[in-house]
Nanobody
């Protein structure tokens, strides 16, 4: 079965940076987009960023544009989320996911990694 394992979360001060990783295994991910969602306490899960199989195409939520960068290493079946200039409102559990296109995600989910931004 598909397995997605996130890592890299933690506690960081506002303005700081973190890099999340998501390692995929269990089947081939050739051709699949990979992305990140997040869920803050009391809120619905929301889209953060997605990257195409080739890495050429990306898409970001308006709230993270210019601060977050998604990338991938297909040789390692791993997707990354570099998060800079973190804000208090970025505090959430971050989930990795895969999908067939940049707009069709969610065929598999990781267990999530907590990101907490403090003032």
């Amino acid at each position: 079965q598909v397995q997605l394992v996130e890592s890299g979360g933690g506690l960081v001060q506002a303005g700081g940076s973190l890099r999340l990783s998501c390692a995929a295994s269990g089947r081939t991910f050739t051709g699949y987009a990979m992305g990140w969602f997040r869920q803050a306490p009391g809120k619905e899960r929301e889209f953060v960023a997605v990257i195409s199989w080739s890495g050429v195409s990306t898409r970001y939520a308006d709230s993270v544009k210019g601060r977050f960068t998604i990338s991938r290493d297909n040789a390692k079946n791993t997707v990354y989320l570099q998060m800079n200039s973190l804000k208090l409102e970025d505090t959430a559990v971050y989930y990795c996911t895969t999908g067939t296109t940049l707009y069709q995600l969610g065929d598999a989910w990781g267990q999530g990694t907590q990101v907490t931004v403090s003032s």
